[in-house]
């Protein structure tokens, strides 16, 4: 998406979104105000209340998020308040001084239900398009997958490609969000859409989401 775009969207979701966000439980705005210091690129209130009720409608036992942050003790706080115990929620960065930092700032009673792990960065071409991608990630069945990483400028690409590599083992009913990352969106829609996943977008957030089931 491109930095005018991108400006104009959220000036014209910002009253939209802050309505929206009003109506996020007290404890979700005391964890994002707690972490409100965090070294990190962050989402707005907006996003976080997406995801928390995403977790919360969906309960996934099995998550993936690309990109740990704040956005990661959000989703824990969702699946503890939807009493999930079961499964695992993976996420992944790419520095080992953001992951030091990750598992500094985020709350020590959520830390220990995240699957905060390392991952390095490559790239490659896929149709025609550089892609980038962690390496070795964990398999598994994930029924939701919230998609804020990796860096991909420094590799030489626009898009990112690690949902098309997993889509084999990814649940049945299954949600993907994009957080902002419009480009490598569009890109994986028709793989995705030939997967048998619709396309949507949030009403008050940036992110494009993939449902299916």
Do not use: N
Not at 55 to 72: H, K, W
Not at 106 to 120: E, F, G, H, V
Not at 186 to 212: C, I
């Amino acid at each position: 998406m491109s930095a005018l775009r991108s400006r104009v969207i959220s000036t014209v979701l910002q009253p939209w979104g802050a309505a929206y966000s009003a109506g996020a439980p007290r404890h979700l705005l005391s964890l994002v105000a707690g972490m409100s210091g965090a070294r990190s690129t962050g989402v707005s209130t907006a996003d976080h209340l997406a995801l928390y009720r995403h977790v919360m409608c969906r309960r996934p036992q099995y998550v993936l998020e690309l990109g740990a942050g704040q956005s990661s003790a959000v989703i824990a706080l969702a699946r503890q308040d939807a009493g999930i115990h079961e499964g695992r929620f993976v996420a992944v960065e790419e520095s080992p001084e953001w992951l030091a930092h990750h598992r500094e700032t985020i709350p020590a009673s959520l830390l220990p239900s995240i699957d905060l792990i390392q991952r390095d960065v490559s790239a490659r071409d896929v149709t025609g398009r550089r892609a980038a991608f962690y390496r070795d990630l964990p398999v598994l069945p994930y029924e939701f997958v919230h998609i804020d990483g990796p860096e991909m400028a420094s590799r030489g690409a626009r898009v990112s490609c690690d949902v098309l590599d997993m889509l084999p083992s990814l649940a049945s009913r299954c949600l993907i969000v994009f957080d902002g990352r419009e480009d490598t969106a569009r890109f994986a829609w028709p793989h995705l859409e030939s997967a048998g996943f619709k396309m949507r977008r949030h009403p008050f957030t940036l992110s494009h989401e993939f449902v299916r089931g």
